[in-house]
């Protein structure tokens, strides 16, 4: 009879939409027998776009001191309109989502992929027959160009001169490979592809390829693969079936995710955890879509993201019959939805909360 | 009567089996009226993973004077075998091509995609059907994350740290931003889309983005438009369509390029110019595949990203005529090629070459 202490963190937007469907479909599960008497207790914490533009605060410490003190963190999406002038890039990005990212050492970026039942993928039958499409991004998550090293000299000059430095250290490249190939040994395939530009990016690419090939060496079942990262670009449209798990950098990470969830058939179903493997803080559970300030406000958006993050938080704390009881009512419902029906995210979330309950 | 002085980098692989198709074509482009009389002197310059291995030089000081000291250049493809011990990654992509375009300010890398007649797309119909693909990727050339800045500390050890630092100055921006603001207001649809990463990486995004928006004021009849890298890899795979000029730095140019080139059917049609606009330097053409080792020596290659190569430089040069009559034999032999014929790389040569023949 755990009792579990969730911070939520719903965020702008369609984020504070998609997460009141995921806590629905939380506390249906955890009301069932699949949760083994697992009980959450939500703290919710407003921070994002609205709270800055109000207050001018982004992650006050008091309130990143607090979230540390909880088993698990489920965030909506965080963002406000384009172009605000009172809103500079960055701000909320590197502020809040990177800094608790940062601060609580989840160097596990997980992104699982797959077509789901009833998804349109953008991608010719010709493509899609060559075989199913299921596989999981491992992306740094702590260092690479994501550390906000580097700087800017004479800014708005002609003379301006700006810097990014992605720092990547043997640490934090060893233990995100290692887990990736835990991850790749777990699963039916044994497969893992490291991405990475090591013909130009020497240096960083030195690295990954040393761990990575060492770290094969512990794990000779795991069949090894390594793909530039504009070769990835070519084999993700043209044979996506071949991936079972990626690892990459930070910013690879970034772009490949979304190309993933973009040909699995859309960003309104791509999951994320950034877990500290260590649990030396709480994981967080994210959506990979943003906060579409352009549809917010009007139930437009679909919440499964979100759900399937829930799902994942919970295989994470290692409720794994609730998390494939989540998982396996968002496929059901996906299986059933009427193609073409616009249903709104309050009814996908009841659905999906019904097949839940069961 | 002009002659030009053009110097043949055949490389490694197929680079050297469509480089001979590619001059086919060039000599019979310039034997026909079209040209205008201009004649090509090319001499030949052997350079790339062969070389390397065999004499350890990868591009002497005194080959790259003669280079420069060309009109023009055209480059098949370099590269070994894959994970040869002898050719560590980055020796002839930094020290070559790299070197190339940064000695030679080739800071326009010009990346044209479209679907060609016969290409298979591994997009669905439905997405296709959005609208003609035809836009043009403007990749910086000469510096951000390519400049091989940065290092490595402690080589070897659990303790390495290794940086790559992106470098990004008003300079080096302006000029390109410039460059494809002139290209987007040739164009009939006049829309420009800058590519980056601004909510990240902060301070690079920021020269970015303040100097697209300062050339935006002298273009008012160019449209505007900016997307995230991440979003933009969504955006290419379900609507490809919709792009007319992209400007991005030359890390995400790298990558959108090649995704694109998958889009749009295959890295086997495209086709790219290394331009130094301000004519310091010969300007450098060459397809985007590399030299395939898997498939060299075979006559399996398709030469036509080489042709169209050819048809980028002599566009370069102001043979406008020329470079349409090249571009227009291409495209009447992809419609004209039995889907599931394979033909062999001098086949398909040969067959441009008659049409341009006439
Ligand atoms: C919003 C942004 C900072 C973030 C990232 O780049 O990591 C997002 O794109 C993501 O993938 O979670
Ligand atoms: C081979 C490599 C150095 C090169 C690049 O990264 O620019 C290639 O991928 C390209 O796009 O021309």
Redesign the interface.
Known sequence: NQSLKLAVIPGDGIGTEVTAEALKVLEQVTASSVAGGAKFEPTRYDLGAERYLATGEVLPDSVLAEIRNHDVILLGAVGGKPNDPNLP??IL??GLL?RLRFELDHYVNLRPSRIFPGS????????LEKGEVDFVVVREGTEG??T?????L??????????????????GV?RVVRDAFARAQRRPRQKLTLVH???????????W??LFQEVAAEYPEVTTDYMH???A??HM??DPGRFDVIVTDN?FG??????A???TGG?GLAASGNVNPDRTAPSMFEPVHGSAPDIAGQAKADPTAAILSVSLMLDHLGLTEAARTVEDAVIADLASREPGAALSTPEIGDRIAARVAG
Chains 1, 2 share one sequence.
């Open positions: 890039p960055g990005e590197r990177l349109v993928s953008p991608l010719a039958p010709h493509i160009p994501y906000g090293n580097g700087g800017a004479r800014v708005g000059t002609p003379a301006e001169v700006a810097t990014e430095v992605s720092v990547n250290t043997a640490f060893e530009k090591t013909n130009v990016l020497v240096n960083a690419g030195s690295v390829w040393r990262i504009d070769a670009m070519i449209t043209t910013l970034d772009i490949i995710t979304d190309l969830a973009a040909v960003i």
